[in-house]
């Protein structure tokens, strides 16, 4: 059914709204327009890139304790194991995090710039550990298309994160400013308080600082039970400033370092469960630090606007094993689990990216070209466990935009070589391994001038070899000789437009239907074995996103995907991809009093699951309601925001998508939580 339903997917409709481009100060190249929607969340359109962006008023309004619980409402994004950060990962459309690492390559995450989030490290969930409360955008691009600026293999998506700036709060003038923002949630007794100070001492300089501190109890799923493994404590924080100079402006150099860091005594050290199995319980401490330095050069040139953007990521998970925790400790053949177990794991990626985004004309054409190079280098410390080593790479890219008419016509370009070094000699086998890769893509759009805009893309990608691939089995020397390699082909159309059904509403709607192949797999294995690898993963499916708005306030948001998988063996045979994404479903009503009040009921529909073990598990259903009230007031009440929110208002009891079947999603949770502007 699915594969008819692709292959008439030009009937899909899909937005590009008359509405003035919203400024982007990010990325050119084809991140479209952000079409100012009537529901909560904008939605970009006007090209053949699947991109969502969830502002920072929906992130507050989530009233999310993960990351990763900001972007799963995205559609085609599944939220594994998400309830704490630690244990959280994001998948999409099939790739990225899994039910044995908390990354596969597959998908790239960005905070200001910089490459975050850990290797393949085992039974470890570290892609994405920070909060929320940092941030103002988060940004999802689903599939390759949309990659190529910013790395390899990326099969899945790329999230991008862009924490917050003093001028948020100060209006963009001299002064002080700042918030404070208080939050209770009644579901394990959790408590937020996270802290704004902002200062512009002038025009062209400006300071912030945020402290968050976040505090979560043992949760209860909908049947009253308690889940284990699911309490933390994370103090977090941001520093940041921006300096802007010289004639016209013309020169801006950024500065951002943010940190985030969680204690836990005697947890598993499978953070995908909620009990210690064979692998026993440790003492961990995981410590996450993000550093950014970015120049930029605008002098009002359409052939300049100069980036360089330096960034160093450091993620450090140190573990100790607690002694007799595990059944297997002592067992003859088993004695590398106290190892692993013990095993201190940290990541560093030092990158420096130039990029320059030009305007020009070549007789009919107009150009928007992105062109830059990134110099990359990531190294993981040495363990009894798993081999470190270095990884420098290189990379040169080119994104051109071109427009003639009502057509559209992007071809994207990135060309990567790696080395990978070994920390200390491996018996018998090479030390350090060297490959490349040339991987693009082209993007057709036709705008008919009335709303109306159909698009399609191919493209290419390879993901070279990590440092996990390190070893000195057959497996891992056959492993980091070879790339993996992947092609998608996605169509799609869009609309949007005013006074559609009744005059002053507002409709947008945005579909694209996609089919992926990933082949010479080296990252996923047949079931049952550890060392012969898949032959090819096959995923398709349809995504599909729409607002619509009355002038009266009421809205309707949806998000919805219906996707399939197939992963075939070296015999021949074939099964259900095992980290297929859910049919999954999201309707939001909602209505606004201008500024003042917003009321929305969100219901979620998920089918096709299954757990982490592959059992199929029943449908759920979920409601959420959400309030956000900013009282016009003066006094104490001015500038002060309340929300309020109930999470699976009807305690339903049910285990997420891919998750661990010990891990029940969390029952009936209220949310309040109060901030005051000053």
């Known amino acids: 059914m699915l594969t008819s339903l692709l292959r008439g997917t030009t009937a899909l409709a899909c937005l590009s709204l008359a509405l003035p481009t919203a400024a982007q100060d990010t990325d050119p190249g084809f991140l479209g327009t952000l079409v100012l929607t009537p529901g909560k969340r904008d939605l970009s359109f006007g090209t053949a890139l699947s991109r969502t962006v969830v502002e920072e008023d929906e992130i507050q309004d989530r009233q999310a304790s993960t990351v990763a619980q900001l972007v799963d409402s995205v559609p085609g994004v599944t939220l594994v194991n998400g309830t704490t950060p630690q244990g959280s990962g994001i998948n999409i459309r099939g790739f990225g995090a899994n039910t044995t690492f908390g990354s596969d390559q597959k998908i790239a995450v960005q905070i200001d710039g910089a490459s975050v989030g850990s290797e393949e490290i085992y039974r470890i969930g570290t892609q994405l550990f920070t909060d929320p409360m940092l941030y103002k955008e988060v940004e999802v691009l689903r599939g390759t298309i949309g990659s190529f600026a910013y790395g390899s293999g990326i099969v899945g998506g790329v999230v991008k994160l862009e924490t917050k700036d003093a001028s948020d709060f100060t209006g963009g003038v001299p002064g002080f400013g700042g918030s404070q923002t208080l939050e209770f949630s009644s579901n394990g007794d959790g408590f937020v308080s996270s802290t704004n100070l902002a200062w512009m001492p002038a025009d062209g300089a400006e300071f912030l600082l945020n402290y968050t501190w976040r505090d979560q109890g043992t949760l209860d799923a909908g049947d009253g039970t308690r889940i284990g493994n699911s309490s933390f404590e994370t103090p977090s924080y941001l520093a940041k400033?921006?300096?802007?100079?010289?004639?016209?402006?013309?020169?801006?150099?950024?500065?951002?370092?943010?940190?985030?860091?969680?204690?836990?005594?005697?947890?598993?050290?499978?953070?995908?469960?909620?009990?210690?199995?064979?692998?026993?319980?440790?003492?961990?401490?995981?410590?996450?630090?993000?550093?950014?330095?970015?120049?930029?050069?605008?002098?009002?040139?359409?052939?300049?606007d100069l980036r360089a953007n330096l960034s160093y990521a450091d993620q450090d998970i140190e573990s100790n094993y607690v002694p007799g925790s595990s059944p297997l400790e002592g067992t003859p053949g088993f004695g590398?689990?106290?190892?692993?177990?013990?095993?201190?794991?940290?990541?560093?990626?030092?990158?420096?990216?130039?990029?320059?985004?030009?305007?020009?004309?070549?007789?009919?054409?107009?150009?928007?070209?992105?062109?830059?190079?990134?110099?990359?280098?990531?190294?993981?410390?040495?363990?009894p466990s798993a081999p470190g080593g270095t990884n420098d790479r290189l990379a040169m890219f080119v994104v051109d935009e071109m427009r003639i008419g009502q057509v559209t016509v992007t071809p994207a370009l990135r060309y990567e070589s790696s080395r990978i070094e070994s920390a200390v000699p491996l018996a018998g086998v090479p030390r350090s391994y060297e490959k490349d890769a040339l991987m693009g893509g082209l993007a057709l759009a036709y705008d008919f001038g009335n709303g109306v805009s159909v698009f399609g893309s191919a493209a290419y990608t390879e993901g070279l070899p990590i440092i996990d691939d390190l070893g000195t089995t057959a497996t891992a020397q056959r492993r980091i000789a070879q790339s993996e390699k992947s092609h998608t082909v996605e169509i799609g159309a869009e609309y949007t437009g005013e006074g559609v059904f009744v005059a002053g509403d507002s409709f947008s709607i945005r579909g694209n239907a996609y089919l992926t192949e990933l082949y010479d797999i080296t990252s996923y294995t047949v079931a049952g074995s550890m060392t012969t690898e898949l032959d090819s993963v096959e995923t398709r499916g349809i995504e599909l996103e729409a607002s619509y708005g009355l002038a009266s306030g009421f809205y309707v948001d949806f998000a919805g995907h219906l996707g399939e998988g197939t992963e075939f063996n070296p015999d021949g045979s074939n099964t259900t991809w095992r980290n297929t994404a859910s049919d999954r479903a999201q309707l939001t009503l909602g209505k606004k009093w201008d500024d003042t009040l917003d009321l929305s009921w969100e219901v979620v529909h998920a089918t096709d699951r299954r757990d982490a073990l592959g059992a199929d598990l029943s449908d759920s259903t979920v409601h959420n309601l959400r309030a956000t009230w900013r009282p016009q007031a003066q006094g104490w009440l001015d500038e002060a925001e309340v929300r309020f929110g109930v999470e699976n208002l009807l305690d339903a009891d049910y285990v997420g998508h891919l998750s661990s079947p010990s891990r029940k999603a969390p029952g009936r949770t209220f949310k309040v939580s109060l901030t005051k502007s000053f």
């Open 241 to 304: 400033g921006k300096f802007t100079f010289g004639e016209d402006d013309a020169h801006s150099l950024m500065f951002s370092h943010s940190r985030t860091v969680a204690d836990d005594n005697d947890v598993p050290y499978d953070q995908f469960i909620t009990t210690a199995d064979i692998f026993g319980r440790v003492d961990r401490e995981t410590d996450t630090r993000q550093t950014v330095l970015e120049y930029r050069f605008n002098p009002g040139s359409d052939m300049v």
């Open 336 to 383: 590398g689990i106290r190892a692993l177990a013990d095993a201190d794991h940290r990541y560093e990626t030092t990158k420096l990216t130039l990029k320059n985004r030009a305007l020009f004309q070549t007789g009919a054409l107009s150009h928007d070209m992105l062109a830059g190079m990134e110099l990359q280098r990531r190294k993981r410390a040495d363990q």
